[in-house]
């Protein structure tokens, strides 16, 4: 199910949109979204009160399309919302701890860069894994090195069941490179939240994540 719902996961807070977020999502959403994370974060970012009525919104939206709602860093952001889960990268906090405070319902996502990351992450219960970065991006300032879909691959190989997705500089011209590599789905942020016609935007990746 989760290998599924994953196909194209949009991550994104308001400072990452060319338009408004809620309707920036629900276009999304309209146009093929399957999964969202709820990255209010960097400059220009919403905090306190603001940030948490985004969130309300934002997890509406996703609940009318039946689509999960996971929420970035902040497990106290998980519980004020009740989201369906948090996604954490490796810098942010004890792996298992975190496991253990969500609720049963609640998905947990960790960020890797290589295999002995994703071994350990699969290992302490993450329900799925991301992997960064495929490709060079501009949207994130700290990124790792990027080494490509070949990460993608070589995780696959040694977790075959394993929920992945790619992230980092995906477009709809690069986007079958990573699924080709045996991610389950590809999840992005300029490519949609910055196109002009975000639904259009968003029907385009459709075309390259969805296995014929
Ligand atoms: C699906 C997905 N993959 C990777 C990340 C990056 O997480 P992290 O390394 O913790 O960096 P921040 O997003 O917190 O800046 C992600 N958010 N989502
Ligand atoms: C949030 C994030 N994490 C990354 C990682 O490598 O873990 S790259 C990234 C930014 C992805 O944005 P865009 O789709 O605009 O390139
Ligand atoms: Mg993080």
């Known amino acids: 199910m989760i290998e599924q719902q994953l196909a ?3 991550v994104m807070g308001s400072q990452n949109c060319k338009h408004d977020p809620v309707e920036t ?98 290992n302490l219960g993450a329900d799925y894994i991301g992997v960064g970065p495929m490709f060079n991006t501009l949207t994130k300032d700290d990124i790792e090195e990027v080494n490509g879909p070949i990460v993608i691959e070589e995780i696959r190989e040694q977790l075959p069941n394993v929920p992945l997705v790619g992230i980092g500089g995906i477009k709809h011209h690069n986007a079958s490179q990573v699924i080709e590599a045996g991610a389950n789905g590809v999840a992005v942020i300029s490519d949609i939240t910055q196109a002009e016609s975000v639904k259009e ?11 014929l």
């Open 25 to 122: 999502l629900e276009k999304a959403i309209q146009g093929g979204v399957t999964f969202f994370q709820f990255r209010e974060k960097g400059l220009g970012s919403k905090i306190g009160k603001e940030k948490i009525e985004l969130g309300i919104r934002l997890k509406e939206v996703c609940h009318q399309y039946d689509v999960p709602f996971i929420v970035n860093d902040d497990l106290e952001l998980v519980n004020e919302l009740d989201a369906d889960g948090l996604h954490i990268g490796q810098k942010d906090g004890d792996m298992k701890k975190m496991k253990d405070s969500l609720k049963s319902y609640q998905m947990l996502g960790v960020s890797t860069h290589n295999l002995d990351e994703a071994l350990e992450a699969k």
């Open 8 to 10: 194209l996961y949009l």
């Open 201 to 211: 935007a968003t029907e385009r990746l459709v075309g390259k994540v969805i296995r």
